[in-house]
């Protein structure tokens, strides 16, 4: 077991205080939607409690308020899907099935994609490795993709062929590098991003999808960022797939889901063997069905699938100017007040993509554009980043992500082999959680530490934690450990 107890840090310069809102940050004075568990209060080791500020909703979204009165309006008729005669199981059924049409319509899919629901977007993307093109027996093309991918959209190509490319310090010159190994040949598929889980950073996927498809590859993104923070649309991006997840979208159960072009996901292996995958089974035999239930076998999330899809029509109906007008003032907020103290460092991957301005509108040939989500990337100099962010949630009730975010590739590039902190907001956050985590910050630089913290089971905890939870919960602060994903 590891102790640290760090040392007060002189004062702060004057031009680090923090910054006061001004008008350009009206607009996130209060939040864009009402979501679950908005006023919860979080227990201060010192004694006393905060309402809670949620940094964290890169890693799981609260619910959206009107997503959990859908959930519990369709929770009494929850029942078997598909093979029920009952007055319940046909109306989950019908719920189900239209979920498919709800999610296409979110995304701009095209009539005759494919809506695989799956158990969320690492899922999705080993669903869809198990479908590439493959010829007497072997495969007919690589698979290409980025060292800044999410190990999700990283460690199912590692299976199969495929090429990796070390990003160049922007994205132009990434996109050439990109075009190279296109050019070379042999690529049947291009795996990107939508948006930088560690930095928030936008990728330009309808370039991006024009550059796969002028070299006869195809181009599947990882949205499980990009989708909570702008609008989609693959049939006009000519995306050959999407996937993403519900419990990054402001829906619980975390159901995911692959869309995209249907020849090569009927003719793949079936995800998952089993019932309702099949158009005939015999003792040694099968003969496999298509379209989605070819990959569903076995019982599905059907309350995962639905409050996914009630979350998407949310999504659609909100003001785009608002909302996107909402999310940068936050951002801007929180870069501007971390720029001015002294031993911060926001991190950022390429130098050309807007990080640190409002990210560019979508334009008619640009689709999504570039620039950034509501996510913020820093480290504090002299600090672990998990004794940060421990301290953080013990003593101010901040939650946010700390550790290497399954990214590991891309931390050792960015010089944080051991890990940094993400900030991560949306619809339910407030300029308040910005301004405290940065009056957090000065005060953990100001007069350091209030407690006393311990590494616990991988993790950093406050020691002699008498803090309490809920009555339904263990009540064993500390004791989940570090999942691996963090650790060296």
């Not at 199969?160 to 922007?170: E, K, L, N």
């Not at 099968?286 to 409050?307: D, F, I």
Request: contains cysteine; aromatic residues 8%.
């Amino acid at each position: 077991m590891t102790t640290a107890t760090f040392p007060a840090t002189s004062e702060f310069q004057s031009g680090a205080s923090r910054a006061l809102p001004e008008a350009r940050f009206a607009a996130a004075r209060r939040p864009l939607a009402a979501v679950s568990g908005a006023e919860i209060q979080a227990p201060l080791i010192q004694g006393g409690s905060v309402r809670y500020a949620n940094l964290d909703y890169g890693a799981s979204a609260p619910a959206l308020s009107v997503v959990s009165a859908y959930l519990n309006e369709i929770l009494p008729f929850y029942a078997s899907v598909h093979r029920g005669a009952g007055y319940a199981s046909q109306i989950s059924t019908s719920v189900y099935e239209n979920a498919r049409s709800i999610v296409r319509s979110f995304v701009g899919g095209r009539a005759d994609d494919s809506v695989i629901f799956t158990r969320n977007t690492t899922d999705s993307l080993n669903l869809l490795a198990g479908c590439l093109p493959v010829v007497d027996g072997a495969h007919t093309g690589e698979v290409l993709y980025l060292d800044i991918e999410h190990h999700a959209n990283l460690l199912p190509w590692q299976g199969v062929p495929h090429r990796s490319v070390i990003a160049a310090p922007t994205l132009a010159a990434t996109l050439e590098l990109l075009r190279g190994e296109l050019a070379y040949g042999g690529i049947s598929l291009l795996a990107v991003t939508g948006a930088s889980n560690v930095t928030g950073e936008i990728l330009p996927i309808r370039a991006l999808a024009a550059l796969a498809h002028e070299y006869g590859a195809r181009i599947v993104v990882d949205a499980a960022q990009l989708a909570p923070h702008r609008r989609i649309d693959i049939a006009a991006d000519d995306v050959d797939y999407l996937a993403f997840s519900g419990h990054k979208l402001y829906a619980p159960f975390g159901a995911g889901v692959l869309i995209g072009r249907s020849d090569w996901l009927d003719a793949g292996t079936p995800h998952l063997a089993g019932g309702g995958a099949v158009q005939d089974a015999r003792i040694d035999a099968v003969s496999w069905t298509t379209g989605p239930a070819r990959h569903e076998g076995g019982s599905p999330n059907v309350l995962g699938a639905a409050t996914l899809a009630r979350a998407t029509q949310v999504i659609a109906g909100l003001d785009v100017e608002e909302w996107h007008a909402h999310e940068n003032a936050i951002r801007s907020f929180l870069v501007e007040g971390l720029a001015r103290i002294d031993g911060v460092t926001v991190h950022q991957i390429f130098s050309d993509s807007a990080s640190f301005d409002a990210p560019a509108e979508a334009g008619p040939d640009t689709g999504p554009g570039t620039g950034t989500i509501g996510v913020v990337n820093f480290s504090l100099e002299g600090y672990d980043a998990g004794l940060v962010a421990a301290y953080l949630s013990a003593e101010h009730g901040i939650g946010l992500r700390d550790g290497r975010f399954c990214a590991h590739p891309l931390l050792r590039r960015l010089g944080l082999p051991s890990g940094s902190l993400r900030a991560s907001f949306g619809l339910g956050s407030r300029l308040e959680d910005a301004e405290r985590l940065l009056a957090g910050i000065q005060e953990l630089l100001r007069s350091g530490l209030g407690w006393d913290y311990v590494v616990d089971a991988g993790r950093w905890v406050p020691s002699n934690d008498t803090r309490s939870y809920p009555h339904w919960a263990p009540n064993t602060p500390g004791t989940a450990g570090a999942a691996p994903c963090t650790l060296d």
